[in-house]
Nanobody, 112 residues
């Protein structure tokens, strides 16, 4: 069973920043696209950002210019740097590997 271990969620004020981390098994990480998704209450899960194994990235329009995804290929970890957070960014954030494996989710709450 493939385990993705997430960390870094929490409560932050509007305009603040958070960084999420997701560690994956190296054998999966090296060859897989890694993504971050989120699901807000009453809404469908949506893609936030994706980084392929060759470094190509893409983002949801709603987070472009505010969020950055990066990969640490030595430690098989993917990060999501979230800046200028808004209340509408509040959701459970999930790490995904290879469009197949999911992390347990981490709550991000943006509120004053």
């Amino acid at each position: 069973q493939v385990q993705l271990v997430e960390s870094g969620g929490g409560l932050v004020q509007p305009g603040g920043s958070l960084r999420l981390s997701c560690a994956a098994p190296g054998i999966i990480f090296r060859v897989s696209p890694m993504g971050w998704y989120r699901q807000a209450p009453g809404k469908q899960r949506e893609l936030v950002a994706m980084a392929t194994s060759d470094g190509t990235t893409n983002y949801a329009d709603s987070v472009k210019g505010r969020f950055g995804i990066s990969r640490d290929n030595v430690n098989s970890t993917v990060f999501l740097q979230m800046n200028s957070l808004r209340p509408e960014d509040t959701a459970v954030y999930y790490c995904n590997a290879a469009f197949r494996f999911w992390g347990q989710g981490t709550q991000v709450t943006v509120s004053s």
